[in-house]
């Protein structure tokens, strides 16, 4: 027994709330009231027979959001002993995406229901808890709130504490939103590489999650937009396999290429995404790409991994991740913010 075959036991059960490939195919392509129709076919379908008031691409980001709260909501609760907190820690990104949209909707005086309407409750910070830091009369006292509660990890309610005092100085949101997701970050990796061998791939998907993400933050940095102070203060993530001394070298090339001939080597993957970017591509173009390469990736080696291990529960959030991101997508595409073709080519459908 490893605490993990149980939980792992209930997720295979709850596998039809996965789209096949062919279902993408059959919802590709189509209007808006013709993808609510098309989603009706499937696990979708109770969701898709209500709202009508809202248009076809509020209606399906809400689906979107609901049915990822549902398929994650309560996972936790299934695993035990370091199984527990390897799990907890997969679900830490939940936590910190809702602390920091709390932290914005303080930050802009956004009602409690606007706020509370983005969260992802399927961690820690649970709907109640949300609604009351909602409440909380500014960014300051919602921090100081969160951080009472350990929110979202012990580590990174410190940090939080810490970043509000600043904030009560210069209002700069930006360093408050590093700090709590720099330390959730140094958290979650800590956690996974104490999991054991069981954890290692799930740690791996998160270790090549931060480099993505450290790279486009360099690339960031090299637009003229981004003065010295950006670059001075610079927070990549922590746990990451590419070091700062290159991402410092790929923000300081001067040409595309020369980024493309940095970065290519130390991760092959991001060799044809960047070579897309230097031929005259963008910085949301190259976003996508590194997304949906390094999810069709992740879920691959994942759907392999070992059963009685972390493989299957990291599967199956990015995989409910994946399609959550897929809906989003194809909605986009049926009012015409993207192309068709463009949103078939990055869905990622589980492996």
């Not at 596998?15 to 490939?21: Q, S």
Request: proline share 7%; hydrophobic share 50%; with cysteine.
């Amino acid at each position: 027994m490893t605490g993990y075959d149980y939980g792992n036991a209930r997720l295979r059960a709850r596998g039809a709330g996965l789209l096949r490939g062919d279902q993408y195919a059959a919802l590709a392509g189509r209007d808006g009231p013709g993808l609510l129709a098309a989603l009706a076919a499937t696990c979708y379908r109770p969701d898709a027979a209500r709202d009508g008031a809202r248009g076809p691409v509020e209606q399906i980001g809400r689906m979107a959001h609901d049915h990822l709260v549902a398929a994650l909501a309560g996972i936790g609760g299934y695993y035990r002993d370091r199984a527990a907190g390897v799990v907890a820690a997969l679900l830490g990104r939940f936590d910190v995406h809702n602390v920091v949209a709390l932290l914005r909707a303080r930050h802009r005086g956004a009602t409690a229901d606007a706020a509370c309407a983005l969260l992802v409750p399927v961690g820690r910070l649970g709907a109640e808890t949300a609604r009351q830091a909602a409440g909380e009369p500014d960014l300051p006292a919602a921090a100081r709130f969160l951080a009472a509660r350990g929110l979202p990890d012990p580590g990174s309610a410190r940090a939080l504490l810490s970043a509000q005092r600043r904030y009560e100085i210069d209002a700069d949101l930006a360093p408050v939103e590093e700090a709590v997701a720099c330390s959730a970050w140094d958290s979650q990796i800590a956690t996974l590489a104490a999991g054991g061998p069981g954890a290692s791939p799930a740690l791996a998907a998160l270790q090549r999650e931060a480099d993505d993400l450290n790279l486009l933050l360099a690339l960031r940095l090299r637009e003229p937009a981004a003065g010295p102070a950006d670059r001075a203060g610079a927070a990549y993530l922590p746990g990451g396999t590419v070091g700062v001394p290159l991402l410092t070298a790929i923000r300081r090339a001067p040409a595309p290429a020369d980024v493309l001939a940095a970065a290519a080597p130390a991760r092959p993957a991001w060799r044809q995404p960047l070579a897309a970017w230097a031929d005259g591509g963008d910085l949301a173009m190259l976003h996508a790409d590194l997304d949906t390469g390094r999810l069709r990736t992740a879920l691959r080696l994942l759907r392999r991994g070992d059963p009685l291990g972390a493989a299957p529960v990291a599967h199956y959030v990015l995989a409910h991740l994946a399609q959550a991101r897929n809906l989003r997508l194809l909605a986009q595409a049926s009012a015409g913010a993207v192309g068709h073709d463009e949103a078939r080519r990055h869905l990622v459908a589980p492996a």
